[in-house]
């Protein structure tokens, strides 16, 4: 799935990059130095973004982001966060849920949960992925789970594969592009 921008976003030359880079810190060390660092975080976006204006830096307070999450390839963690929060918080999405064996129950781990008994999961694999994948295939046959979803984003590539019960198909989508 592309992910499309409005305004699009020109990738810099390193050395432009970093000239614009010191140009911005530079007016963020002045408006903190002026201002202070105890106002609302939304006072200081807009001062910045005004300063930048005002010194001939093409800046944009808000980007639209279409068919995409929150971009590519940064730590997984803040992806697990986007994610739960989007989908009504931690404290609804991630629950408790029965570890089995052999029928007995062995304890619970909280994992989250999208509706009903799917689960979802966000790995940033590039090496191993077939023994991963064999790994994550056992979770589902020890819980009540199915499917479970998961979301690989490994650096050149997002992935997106269910993983169900030994009794169930795996489907597993990559985008080529």
Not at 11 to 32: C, G, S, T, Y
Not at 93 to 98: A, G, L
Request: negative net charge; hydrophobic residues 35%.
């Amino acid at each position: 799935m592309p992910i499309q921008l409005e305004p699009p976003i020109r990738a810099l030359p390193e050395q432009e990059f970093h000239d614009l880079d010191v140009q911005i810190m530079r007016l963020a060390f002045d408006l903190q130095n002026d201002l202070g660092r105890f106002y609302d975080e939304k006072i200081d976006q807009e001062e910045l973004l005004r300063a930048c204006l005002i010194n001939g830096i093409q800046a944009n307070a808000k980007i639209k982001i279409h068919n995409s999450c929150w971009g590519a390839f940064l730590n997984t963690a803040l992806y697990k966060e986007a994610s739960c929060h989007f989908l009504g918080g931690q404290e609804n999405i991630i629950q408790p849920v029965r570890i089995t064996t052999g029928g007995t129950e062995r304890g619970t781990q909280r994992i989250p949960l999208l509706p009903q008994t799917e689960s979802f999961c966000i790995s940033s694999l590039k090496n191993s992925i077939p023994a991963y994948r064999k790994h994550l295939q056992r979770f589902p046959e020890h819980t009540d789970l199915d499917p479970l979803r998961r979301i690989n984003l490994n650096g050149s590539k997002i992935q997106f594969s269910s993983v169900s019960n030994s009794n169930h198909p795996v489907l597993t989508y990559s985008d080529p592009s």
